[in-house]
């Protein structure tokens, strides 16, 4: 899970053996990715032990702050969250990651937006990954494959890093050796050609 970042000295598992990319939430084949990737920004160690990923933050004295930047819709928000929740190890409440969920559903509807010349949902995705920005999340995560044809926009729109969960996944897969994998989503975020412009030449086949 990209989730599995906000844990600040956590053991959380990862299930190197899915290779079909899930609409609606993460698979566990993108946390290695995530972590990876916030490596390079020096907010964390990475180590492989087996099937498991540890990390501590450098100096242990700074905890990420992740942003979802939700609504699209509410229930993968609250399956992100949830997962979030059910995949951190902690003896407490003060344990778990701090997390911000703006479930923005004044976003319009992205799939009528790309394939139907629906309203543009691009203003209020900025509007909400803005407000989180503002209240101190340190990245954002979008739940929302759709939703990743305005990645480029929202990426502009603030200073802090917004993970690409599909981008992610295909890093992951191709980490892993794997050169086909099953994609189960809804017309939108087929139609759109989302997952086929990320994977291409990426040497992973879609089987859709």
Request: hydrophobic share 40%; aromatic share 8%.
């Amino acid at each position: 899970m990209a989730l599995t970042l906000l844990c600040s000295r956590k053991r959380l598992p990862l299930d190197t053996r899915a290779a079909i990319c899930t609409v609606g939430g993460f698979g566990a084949l993108v946390g290695a990715r995530v972590l990876y990737m916030l490596a390079r920004y020096s907010y964390i160690m990475v180590d492989l032990g087996g099937s498991s990923f540890f990390w501590q933050f450098w100096q242990g004295g700074y905890t990420l702050y992740g942003g979802i930047l939700g609504g699209m819709g509410p229930l993968a928000t609250a399956d992100l969250f949830q997962k979030i929740t059910l995949h951190t190890v902690a003896a407490c409440d003060q344990a778990h990651p701090r997390v911000c969920t703006d479930s923005d559903t004044d976003i319009a509807d992205r799939t009528a937006a790309l394939l139907h010349g629906g309203e543009d949902p691009v203003p209020e995705m900025i509007k909400s990954a803005k407000r989180l920005e503002s209240i101190g999340a340190d990245f954002l995560i979008m739940p929302c494959n759709t939703a990743h044809n305005y990645y480029e926009q929202v990426c502009e729109a603030v200073t802090i890093p917004v993970l690409h969960m599909i981008a992610l996944t295909r890093d992951a897969l191709k980490e892993r050796g794997v050169k086909c994998a099953g994609l189960l989503a809804t017309d939108g975020t087929v139609q759109t050609g989302i997952y086929q412009r990320t994977f291409e030449q990426s040497g992973v086949a879609l089987l859709t």
